[in-house]
Nanobody, 123 residues
């Protein structure tokens, strides 16, 4: 069982930066694939970024590539999402997710989810 708690959301102007953090608890977290998803107003949940268990491999949605960076700290059991050059279209609730099997981009592949943190980007 893995519990995930996100933090770091807030209100920021376009062009600004935010850093989201996901704190994980539970056994064997270090061996889980981790990802960030987001769900904007009236939209379906969409993939943002993923990272493998070692932290060496990452994958990003085209919409955030070059602006967002996912990382993990295995000593602290945390996963972070550094978001730079934010745009109003990045406004969404951001969710941290974990699964044991792959660095997937579909939400149904993830077994564990956090409660989400709101990110609002003003124009």
């Amino acid at each position: 069982q893995v519990q995930l708690v996100e933090s770091g959301g807030g209100l920021v102007q376009a062009g600004g930066s935010l850093r989201l953090s996901c704190a994980a608890s539970g056994r064997a977290f270090s061996y889980y694939f981790m990802a960030w998803f987001r769900q904007g107003p009236g939209k379906e949940r969409e993939f943002v970024a993923a990272i493998n268990w070692s932290g060496r491999n990452t994958y990003y949605a085209d919409s955030v590539k070059g602006r967002f960076t996912i990382s993990r700290d295995k000593t602290k059991n945390t996963v972070a999402l550094q978001m730079n050059s934010l745009k109003p279209e990045d406004t969404a609730v951001y969710y941290c997710a974990a699964n044991r099997f792959s660095m997937a981009t579909v939400s149904s592949s993830y077994e564990y989810w956090g409660q989400g943190t709101q990110v609002t980007v003003s124009s």
